[in-house]
């Protein structure tokens, strides 16, 4: 079992940067974080494989960078430049095997979100 915490939303002007935190409490694989805003579907941002190889969507492509740090068991979610379309509750998610896609079938384990405002 693998339970996720994120941290780290807010309110931030367009143009601004947060930093997303997750802490997993046991082994995971691969980790992503994800996206959902109301009335929307739900969109995967962001991956990072278990060897450390980072993948994004199109849409946050060179705004956003995937990070981790195996000794805190910590997923990170760098995120620049931020635009009002990138306003959704974000979520955290682990597997311990498997595919790594952005993909939520893919993934076993999910956080609770953390909310990220971006105002125009």
């Known amino acids: 079992q693998v339970q996720l915490v994120e941290s780290g939303g807010g309110s931030v002007q367009a143009g601004g940067s947060l930093r997303l935190s997750c802490v997993a409490s046991g082994y995971s694989y691969c980790m992503a974080w994800f996206r959902q805003a109301p009335g929307k579907e739900r969109e995967g941002v962001a991956y990072?494989?278990?060897?450390?190889?980072?993948y994004y969507s199109n849409s946050v492509k060179g705004r956003f960078a995937v990070s981790r740090d195996s000794a805190k068991n910590t997923l990170y979610l760098q995120m620049n430049s931020l635009k009002p379309e990138d306003t959704s509750m974000y979520y955290c998610a682990a597997n311990r095997g498997g595919y790594c896609r952005l993909i939520g079938a893919d993934f076993g384990y999910w956080g609770q979100g953390t909310q990220v405002t971006v105002s125009s």
């Open positions: 990072l494989t278990g060897g450390g190889t980072p």
